[in-house]
């Protein structure tokens, strides 16, 4: 399953180069009068970044707003640091006069979460992007083109799909809707296949494989499996508009929820062979328009786009940590 990609961060690919539009004042609406501060960290960094410009009185506001989260938040993970700190402190002196199992692991918990928040302050602290700012995870919002009045419109969409009737509850028991398989469009998806089409934009999709899979090799003796995270780029057409589905769920008292999740195939050989079975479908850009207006009366008009994808070579690489 596609567990994460590295979305396409520049703004203006969206407007300029997919002739997608984007009225912040409708995403300050539609967002943060229905999230608060909770949506705010669920932007990928690289995302936030598309505010640092405002153009309007309302986009000020928001920018505004993402200061003064960061100010906050900033703030909370200092005083956490520093309870931290104090917390490995008290244990290594403890652990001077005796040694015991609360304060090994006083000092071993301590240890990694000063790791942890010296990460995040560096994060909110700093200004130049990362290529780990655009990567997106489950939970995490993405700009997604859908198709609206005539026009190729951005919403920003959760990744992870709530599928028609369902409640959160439902949800919690079925998290791997990010994904939607291509031989199950048709059963567990019937309801959005044919009905809400999107794309995401991305450069880079990540997966988790088996050491020795990737390797091409049994486990030795004694040898306990090992996970590591592979970084797949397609080679030679740049940016993917990968097929998605997606749906706007009612929330009792907000706005609703729209969320979204990526259409999976089998893989092409290369990335088989590095040991994972699924992959995101790369829509041919001459086919864009046509997938965000699908007819659910002639579904074989949106597998015959599905089937005349990109089919680009995945070079793939260790992924840098997160």
């Not at 539009?21 to 409708?26: H, P, R």
Request: some cysteine.
């Amino acid at each position: 399953m596609c567990y994460s990609a590295k979305v396409r961060a520049e703004y203006r690919a969206y407007v300029k180069e997919f002739g997608a539009i984007l009225t912040l004042d409708e995403y300050v609406k539609e967002y943060w009068e229905q999230f608060g501060d909770e949506w705010i960290p669920k932007l990928p960094q690289a995302i936030r970044a598309w505010f640092d410009t405002p153009d309007t009185p309302e986009q000020t506001e928001l920018r505004e707003a993402i200061t003064a989260w960061k100010g906050r938040t900033i703030a909370k993970t200092e005083q956490d640091l520093f309870a931290q700190v104090k917390r490995k402190a008290d244990a290594e002196r403890a652990l001077q006069t005796k040694t015991t199992k609360k304060a090994q692991e006083d000092l071993r918990i301590s240890t990694n979460k000063i790791g942890q928040f010296k990460t995040k302050l560096d994060d909110l602290k700093r200004s130049e992007l990362k290529p780990r700012d655009a990567r997106i995870y489950p939970g995490t919002l993405v700009p997604v083109i859908v198709w609206e009045d005539g026009r190729r419109v951005i919403r920003f969409m959760r990744y992870q799909c709530r599928l028609p009737g369902w409640t959160e509850a439902i949800e919690r028991k079925f998290p791997g809707t990010y994904n939607a398989r291509r031989d199950k469009l048709e059963s567990s998806w019937a309801k959005l296949f044919g009905y809400r089409h999107g794309i995401i934009l991305a450069d880079a999709f990540y997966e988790h494989v088996l050491r020795h899979t990737l390797e091409q090799r049994p486990l030795g003796a004694g040898e306990a499996e090992e996970d590591v995270v592979l970084e797949f780029k397609p080679r030679g057409i740049g940016t993917m508009a990968v097929a998605c589905l997606w749906n706007a769920s009612p929330v009792p008292g907000r706005p609703d929820l729209l969320s979204f999740a990526a259409i999976t195939d089998d893989p092409p050989p290369e990335v088989a062979e590095a040991g994972h079975d699924r992959c995101i479908i790369p829509i041919k850009r001459e086919n864009i328009d046509a997938w965000l207006q699908p007819n659910v009366k002639d579904l074989a008009a949106s597998y015959a786009i599905l089937d005349d994808r990109e089919r680009p070579y995945y070079e793939h690489e260790i992924a840098a940590a997160a």
